[in-house]
């Protein structure tokens, strides 16, 4: 293993490790970022009063226990196989971030609904006292109290992804783990190789969680919590 280390590390090799982890962080936030603000919407359209809206509620709700409940590469397949059905043409590296968006949307609804859930009834009844329409509450009462409770674990639920995202490599995109497999297959030593890539993934998730920490604490501070505010008013 030891003789291979100069030859490992080529510029070659490294090149491809780099576009690699490129490709791998650039799918995480992407698909996470959008299936994040796509939670948004759900929890809006969960949350919706009436009776009118009780099949809109239930579909919500069952959308969230499904995807959930299902393994993310039964999730890859199954968009792989849909969106090659109706476009023949369209990229893995957007089946992929579709199908993270998919399952980001699921897990990140439910951080954002106990989020929205932590402020107090209390204040919503008074926001609607003063006829404040449904989306002016979301946005000027409830979300700026909700954001340091939510920013944490969807942080922390990307710097998770990070480590899941090695399942696309089953269906050819060419992120780390995809990498690693190609580079053992050519000889070289599978502690060396995937020692390597182990170390890729933690120097792309280490400081998304070092970010989720330092906004933890001062999301978390009365400070913090006003600038929240501030910034959903804006």
Known sequence: MIEQIPRFFSAQNLTLLLEAAGLTLAMTLVGCLIGFGLAFVLVFLRQTPGLWALPLRWICIAYVEVFRRIPFIVVIYLVLFFIQAVTPDASLFTIAVIAICL?????????????????????????????????????????????????????????????????????????????????????????????TIALCYFLLSFPLSLLGQYLEKRLGTPRGQRRARKIWRT
């Open 103 to 195: 399952y980001a949307v699921a897990y990140t609804a439910d951080i954002i609904r106990g989020g929205i859930e932590s402020v107090p009834r209390t204040q919503v009844e008074a926001a609607e006292a003063m006829n404040l329409s449904r989306l002016q509450t979301q946005l000027k009462i409830v979300l700026p109290q909700a954001w340091p409770v939510i920013v944490p674990p969807a942080i922390a639920f990307a710097v998770s992804f990070i480590k899941d995202t090695a399942l696309v490599s089953q269906v050819g995109v060419f992120e780390l783990t995809f990498r690693g497999k190609e580079l053992n297959n050519q000889g070289y030593s599978g502690i060396l190789v995937f020692g």
